[in-house]
């Protein structure tokens, strides 16, 4: 259903849309810029990209020691590179198919 209404929705903007016209669509990207110009506005968008960047200072360490502490953790647990129930998440060292050495990309096609 939600695939359904998307479709919906997306045809009645097109439909509406040109219907509309190209003078429409003028006359309301002028009114935003008009309103993006706007000195209070721009006022408003200045404190925010402030206030984004000093939370991105504060926090952005405190993010990057977390996921360096948890690449170190799962370095550790899985420690010579085979893989056990507490290691990663992802096939390391012998992976069942009977060889340690990489695996072949391309599986043999056969001959016509």
Known sequence: MGKLSFFVGAGLGYVLGTRAGRGQYEKIKKASSKVW???????N??????????????????VTDKVASTVKDKLHRSGNGTHSSSGPDFPVGN???GTDGPLDPTPPQPSI
Request: aromatic share 0%; proline share 4%; charged share 40%.
């Open 95 to 97: 992976t069942g198919r």
């Open 45 to 62: 968008v200045q404190k925010v990209e402030t206030k984004v960047t000093d939370i991105a200072k504060e926090r952005g360490s405190a």
């Open 37 to 43: 110009e706007n000195p209070r506005v721009q006022e």
